[in-house]
């Protein structure tokens, strides 16, 4: 009975979400793959050395980036299909200005090297922008998403994933950026650079503040220790426990993926060298060899 009543709460919680934050026509349901496969590149530092254990595994596979993955010189060798923004420091007014300088650097970056078509994606809560007003590159596209969070009744909330009116959580980009892959009809998703290690180099510093090493694969110094901020418009830091609370929130929204993805034929391989997200098959790098052999044999059987 408790959890029957839970899960009527958070169903009914969901649509009153939905029709406070979602909008009900978005140009992401218009767009479709170009092919059955999809690459979605997280940036954990496990990606510097899987991008080249698995260079000739990214051809012809569509591939979807995140956040400040146009540091590196990886966004104009892969040249990803589609780039996706969760977080609300990409367009938010009121932030530090010298994370605003940061992500303004990265905008421009986009828009002047950007040689092919590419898709990028926000929540709708970014439409108007200033920020996004840098972006006048003929290649590039912007389109908007629904990432208003839905619980509850499973069947329900898979009603209202299909239509783009809410997501899991997204606590993590990731989240969000698998479930744009779901929703677009790819078969096949492959997941790079999910990491999520953080908590291996939390600490407390002598302020008593939870601290951790915030690493990407594209960072040229070793990670500093750094306060774990909440958001980028003040510096207000986790406690321990709201932080845990928040990591489980994320790995719960995996789960919850991938019951998603399963319900629609998606299969999902986490192909990260050094992972924690369990929800999803794990294949590690000695295993491609016979990943691709029987792929290609599924691939001939079902001709």
């Known amino acids: 009975m408790l959890s029957f009543l839970k899960k009527l709460t958070e169903t009914l919680l969901s649509f009153l979400f939905i029709l406070k934050d979602s909008k009900f026509s978005t140009k992401v349901k218009s767009i479709s793959g170009r092919s059955g496969q999809v690459i979605v590149l997280g940036n954990g530092p496990s990606f510097r050395a899987d991008v080249e254990q698995y260079s000739s595994f990214f051809q012809d596979k569509d591939i979807i980036c995140v956040n400040n993955f146009a540091n590196s010189p990886y966004y104009e060798t892969l040249k990803p299909y589609m780039y996706l923004f969760l977080d609300n420091m990409y367009w938010h007014k009121e932030i530090l200005s010298e994370v605003e300088a940061q992500i303004m650097a990265t905008f421009e970056f986009v828009n002047n090297k950007t ?7 926000f929540p709708f809560q970014a439409r108007g922008s200033e920020r996004l007003k840098v972006f006048t590159n003929p290649n590039i596209q912007t389109l908007f998403f629904n990432h208003t969070p839905v619980s509850g009744f499973i069947g329900i909330r898979h009603w209202l994933y299909k239509r783009n009116l809410g997501m899991p959580k997204a606590q993590n980009v990731l989240i969000a950026a698998l ?11 492959y997941l790079f650079g999910a990491d999520h290690s953080w908590h291996q180099t939390i600490e407390l510093n002598s302020k008593n503040m939870v601290c951790f090493r915030d690493s990407h694969f594209y960072d040229n110094d070793d990670a500093h220790l750094i306060p774990f901020y909440k958001g980028y418009a003040n510096q207000d830091t986790f406690t321990m426990q709201e932080l845990f609370d928040a990591f489980a929130t994320m790995f719960r929204g995996y789960d ?48």
């Open 256 to 303: 919850m993926l991938q019951v998603y993805a399963q319900s629609l034929g998606c299969k999902i391989y986490n192909f990260s060298s050094k992972t924690f997200v369990d929800a999803f098959e794990r294949i590690k790098p000695e295993q491609l060899q016979s990943f691709l052999t029987s792929e290609t044999l599924l691939k001939k059987a079902n001709n």
């Open 115 to 121: 040689s092919w078509p590419v898709i990028l994606l």
């Open 179 to 189: 479930f744009v892959g779901i929703n677009m009809g790819y078969k096949k998703i």
